[in-house]
């Protein structure tokens, strides 16, 4: 009763910001995102019989702050009648600071438990259940161009293309390293509760899902550059609109836009998005990743450098 699984966090192109039923965590758009290849999280989890509570260790220290959401999707995969587990955590990127660690924290720990329990699932179903767990989740049961859709009382996920039908490169600028002042689902119930913008938002959703749809299919960088910043500014736009309003930038984000544009000035294949935390992820052609690395690099105020390629979905290790 013993399984182990790795997960690859991943970024959206064009994001989800809310949600139309909290019970069931569906959001309230859909979305379109890439998964990673080079950044990840593994999950072990072990369940026994003799264990009062589930445990967590977290890159070899206990942690009880992230158990609760852990047991959780534990539940989701295994009943709430299973024995309890003991869970252990590896993460080579920073937590809980904008760059999907609960994405593909909560794709490896339903897979790995589904296994400890002897449970077959398909993908599909893995997913469905990664979802009720965290949003973006499951977008990480799946590699390369992935599209969650906004639909029904379940969560409905494909791949748009394999990670290397179009391999792109992802350059985060790490900005600042600790967890984020509000967290996303209390943040994204302000923003639906008191933006102006939001029902726009989610009106003009389909369009911008559309429109990166073709440009994925049509491997069309320009174009999906040009949707993916701007379904990016629309979404902090409605954060920045709500009461109090929710601004994870910094002085180092607004500078890396300024990096970014610069390079897109001299003719680099290079165009940005950003998600609820201060990081810049700077999506690139391949030939372009070592000059867009160390533009950011000698950007004022970056802290550090983690790039990427595309990668795989979730799987047992």
């Not at 400890?116 to 398909?122: F, K, P, Q």
């Not at 999906?224 to 954060?239: G, I």
């Not at 294949?269 to 690099?297: H, N, S």
């Amino acid at each position: 009763m013993r399984e182990t699984a790795t997960a690859q966090p991943n970024i959206a192109l064009i994001k989800y910001w809310g949600k139309r039923d909290t019970e069931l965590n569906l959001p309230a758009v859909g979305s379109i995102s890439i998964t990673l290849s080079d950044l990840f999280t593994s999950m072990t989890v072990e369940f026994e019989d003799n264990l009062e509570q589930d445990e967590l260790h977290l890159n070899n220290e206990q942690n009880d702050k992230l158990l609760p959401r852990l047991s959780h999707a534990i539940d989701i995969a295994a009943g709430g009648d299973r024995p309890r587990a003991r869970i252990s955590s590896e993460c080579n990127f920073p937590i809980a600071a904008g760059l999907a660690s609960s994405a593909s924290s909560f794709a490896a720990v339903v897979v790995a438990a589904s296994a400890a329990m002897g449970i077959e699932r398909s993908v599909g179903e893995l997913a469905n259940l990664a979802g009720r767990a965290s949003g973006s989740a499951a977008r990480s049961l799946y590699g390369g161009f992935v599209e969650l859709e906004n639909s029904g009382d379940a969560v409905v996920v494909s791949e748009l293309l394999p990670a290397d039908a179009w391999p792109l490169d992802v350059v985060v600028a790490v900005t600042e390293t600790g967890p984020k002042p509000v967290g996303s689902t209390e943040a994204m119930e302000i923003s639906r509760r008191t933006s102006p913008f939001y029902e726009r938002w989610v009106g003009d959703q389909a369009d911008d899902l559309a429109s990166a749809r073709n440009a994925i299919a049509a491997r069309d960088f320009a174009a999906l550059a040009s949707v993916a910043e701007h379904n990016c500014l629309k979404m902090h736009s409605v954060m920045w609109s709500s009461r109090p309003p929710i601004v994870y930038w910094n002085d180092a984000t607004l500078a890396c836009l300024q990096t970014i544009r610069q390079l897109q000035s001299d003719g680099v294949d290079v165009f940005f998005t950003i998600d609820a935390g201060p990081q810049v992820k700077a999506v690139c052609d391949t030939a372009d990743t070592d000059t867009v690395e160390t533009a950011l690099r000698a950007t004022d105020g970056v802290r550090d450098i983690l790039r990427s390629g595309l990668g795989e979905g979730a799987r047992l290790r």
